[in-house]
């Protein structure tokens, strides 16, 4: 019996329209015998899928709403809907472009795949991690308030019976706060959790489109993916502190001591991204001894920068041409392999939370953008040394010239150069002319603050390029040489950078006062703050990183 024969019908080749078909065309709809598959691939200006017929897709079109007999197997580009033939003929789409829909499915579909790798390997995650810091702080609440409340009561027992009164007040003080943050904390996760669950949803309707054969549901597709990438607002919450006072029996109220403002910041990003500037932030002051509170071994031999992703994650340059990522646990997450082969010169990651890498063997700056590197700026006569990504995801870079007498900070927005800093105003350099380290961060006054190694200096210049100062060293020290690597600044526009010589840290305030070391380090080369103030210090012949506490 004739395995074509269907109710006495016989379906014949499309083309010859006289043999028994064989094979079928996904990508043209259409029937092939033997005979004539050769003569249908012999097209090679089109992607042809040939398949046993009773392998084939079929296909869902949808039926045209004015032209009930026909399919919709067209796509108007400009009208952005599928039409049938007759409709693509008319007078109402014409001078449109018109596709083949399966065309238009074939690459949408690439867009809902590539959709729905971002939500399951960068936004949802992201979520995930926002409620499980919210959940953390929300389990040192009690340890933090019970230290406020211990104090309370320590205060009390001087105090004895005549503030009993006094204490229950501030106690209850202390609840009303924890209340409020408890509450705070809890809005925070529900928002949070709402969006999850929308886009556990999203994922869940991406799989089965991609499942589906309905091409309607699939070129019709919009994208949601940049409505996500706008994470929710991230609670900041400075706790209160308690400043007890000496014991004055008639002034028992005011002496006690009081609690300071529950201090609420809600923190939104534009986009995902790496590190986030807090407007007005409130004064921290700084710790009189920093202490280290982790230490991740990168597993290079040597290490020179560090640039952070997250408070959990960081991004470490060595001794290769591997830049890793590495989580607080010394684990690589992810490896990524210059693009030439060569050392990279300096890492940063952009308020995107991409990473950016500086290339001065083949003189190019390079964007890490899902694993993909993209050579972004190439530059002609100077070769690039350190960089940095600013609050307006722009970046700065330092150069040297090919014949290493200059040397200049450039800011790119883009692949475009909008400003160069070269001289001060008497036409003089600004900075040393060899081929060391000038590495390089923006302050949240938006001064440009170097670390030029030859020159032993740190040389900042306002957001115009203006001379403002140059810092070098301790007054007081006389003897040991001021030898700046890494730089950094933080929230509170402390400007930190590493003395690698001399095994410690100089904090800076934003006009160049010195105000303290850190001390107790081994080699210091790159630094960087994360969103937290926590600082990450590269120790050079260690290969470690060092988290540290300093305010």
Known sequence: M?????????LLCDLCKTAHLQSHCERCDINLCQTCVGKHLSDSSIRHKVVPYKHRKSFNYSKCPDH??????????????????????SSKHEGHDI?????????????????LEEFESRIYPRYEEMASDVQTEKIELETNYGKLTTAADQQGEVLHGEITAIVNRRKSDIQEMKNKHLSILNKNTDEITQKITELKQIISDLKSILKSNDV????????????????PPKVRVTLPSFSAQKMNKDQLNEMFGSLSQLSINSEHDDTMKSAEAVSSPPVQPLLDEARVTDTIDTGYKTLYSVSCLSEYQVWARGNNDIMKLINHQSKPLTLIPTKSGNWPSDIT???????????PGNKTINLVKNKEIQTSIILHGWESRNVC????????????SDDYKQSKVVRYSGSTDTQTIQFDDQGRPLYSSDYSYKYISENKNLDICVADYTARAVVVVNQSGKLRFRYTGHPSNTEDSFDPVGITTDSQSHILTADHNNNRIHILDQDGQFLRYISNLRAPFGLCVDIRDNLFVAECYTAKVKKIQYL
Not at 2 to 10: E, M, N, S, V, Y
């Open 2 to 10: 004739d395995p074509f024969l269907r109710a006495q019908i016989i």
């Open 68 to 89: 009930a007999d026909e399919l919709c197997k067209n796509y108007c580009e400009k009208c952005d809907v599928p039409v049938c033939l007759t409709c693509a003929s």
């Open 99 to 115: 596709s083949d829909i399966l065309e238009k499915r074939s690459s949408k579909t690439g867009s809902l795949q590539t959709d």
């Open 216 to 231: 309607s549901l699939t070129s019709t597709y919009k994208s949601r993916n940049p409505e996500f990438r706008t994470l």
């Open 349 to 359: 990651v952009t308020r995107d939370g991409d990473l950016v890498y500086t290339d």
């Open 389 to 400: 990504s600013t609050a307006s995801n722009d970046l700065l870079v330092t150069m040297i």
